[in-house]
C-alpha cells in the first residue's frame, strides 16, 4: 500500500465510494471536514456514494439528506437513490419481499445462538432499522470483544448458511449470494446508466476493514484511511494507497489530494 500522496490519477475520477464506519467517521460521529469535503466533490461534478453495512433506515436518511447520489446499504441488499426533481426514492433489493420475511426467521435462529454462546455480545442497536441483515454489535456499544470470540460469531452464522462478513464494530450476517460489489454494479448500471467494468478506472473507493476487500480487490483507485493498519494482517486484497490520518480525517485528506485541500477546515492536524 502507497502513500495518497502519491496517487496520480486525479484528473480521471468521476465518482467517489466509499464505507462509512471509520471510513468517514471518527470515535462514532462524522466530523464537518468530511461533509466539507463531499460537497466540494460534487461542486467539481464527482459523483458520491456511500457504500455500507448500516440499515435501511439510516440509508433512507442518507439517500434524502447527504450531498450524496445514493446509498448502497446492509452489505449490498438494496441500494437507495433520491431523486430531487420527482421528490421520489429509488429502492432496489437483491432479494424479494417474500425472501427477506423467510431470511429474518432464519436470522433470528441465529441470533438466539451467537447470543447464547458469545457472552458480552450483543444485537446492533440499529437493528430494528433493518431490512436484510443480522448486525452482532462486538464494540460499538458493548466492551470490545476478542478476536477468537469475534470469528466464533462469523463461524455460527456460516454453519447455518449464511454470509457473514466483520466490519470494525459488527458481524452482518445474511442470506443471499451478493455483497457491496454486486449491488455497486447494479446500481451503476440503473441510476447512472454505465457498466461499472468500463469505467472502475475513474472510480475512487475507501474504506477502512476486512469486508472491503471486494471492492479493493476490483478498484485500481482504492484507498484505506489509516486505521485499516489494524486489519493489515487479516486482508487479502489490500487497497492501492493508505492515508496518513484515520477515519473522517483520513477521508478529508483522501478528498483534498483529489480535489485539491478545501479553504474551510483545517484538519491536517494531528491524527485522530
Not at 464527482?46 to 446499504?73: E, K, Y
Not at 426514492?89 to 417474500?98: D, E, G, K, S
Not at 437493528?127 to 460499538?140: G, T
Not at 486482508?235 to 477521508?251: D, R, V
Request: one cysteine or more; glycine letters at 8%; aromatic letters at 10%.
Amino acid at each position: 500500500m502507497d502513500s495518497i500522496d502519491q496517487f496520480q490519477s486525479l484528473e480521471k475520477i468521476q465518482y467517489l465510494l466509499t464505507d462509512i464506519d471509520d471510513t468517514m467517521t471518527c470515535n462514532g460521529r462524522i466530523p464537518a471536514c468530511v461533509f466539507a469535503a463531499m460537497e466540494r466533490l460534487q461542486r467539481v461534478g464527482i459523483r458520491v456514494v456511500p457504500i455500507t453495512g448500516r440499515p435501511g433506515g439510516w440509508c433512507d436518511h442518507i439517500a434524502r439528506m447527504w450531498p450524496v447520489d445514493g446509498v448502497v446499504g446492509e452489505n449490498g441488499a438494496f441500494y437507495f437513490a433520491y431523486d430531487d426533481q420527482t421528490r421520489r426514492m429509488v429502492r432496489r433489493y437483491f432479494r424479494t419481499r417474500t425472501q427477506r420475511a423467510e431470511d429474518r426467521k432464519r436470522l433470528m435462529t441465529i441470533q438466539a445462538e451467537v447470543l447464547a454462546k458469545v457472552p458480552g455480545c450483543r444485537v446492533s442497536a440499529d437493528q430494528a432499522y433493518r431490512e436484510a441483515d443480522l448486525a452482532i454489535d462486538f464494540c460499538e456499544d458493548v466492551s470490545p470483544l476478542d478476536s477468537g470470540e469475534i470469528r466464533t460469531i462469523k463461524e455460527i452464522f456460516e454453519a447455518h448458511g449464511a454470509v457473514a462478513k466483520i466490519s470494525s464494530i459488527h458481524v452482518n450476517g445474511w442470506f443471499g449470494d451478493y455483497d457491496k460489489l454486486t449491488m455497486t454494479r447494479l446500481f451503476f448500471q440503473e441510476i447512472f446508466g454505465v457498466d461499472l467494468e468500463t469505467v472502475k478506472h475513474q472510480v475512487v473507493f475507501s474504506g477502512d476493514s476486512p469486508n472491503d476487500e471486494p471492492m479493493f480487490a476490483f478498484f485500481p483507485n482504492s484507498v484505506g484511511v489509516a486505521n485499516l493498519l489494524d486489519f493489515e494482517n487479516d486482508l487479502t486484497h489490500k487497497p492501492a494507497w493508505i492515508t496518513k490520518k484515520s477515519g473522517g480525517q483520513g477521508f478529508a485528506e483522501m478528498v483534498d489530494r483529489i480535489t485539491g485541500p478545501g479553504p474551510e477546515f483545517h484538519h491536517g492536524q494531528g491524527s485522530v
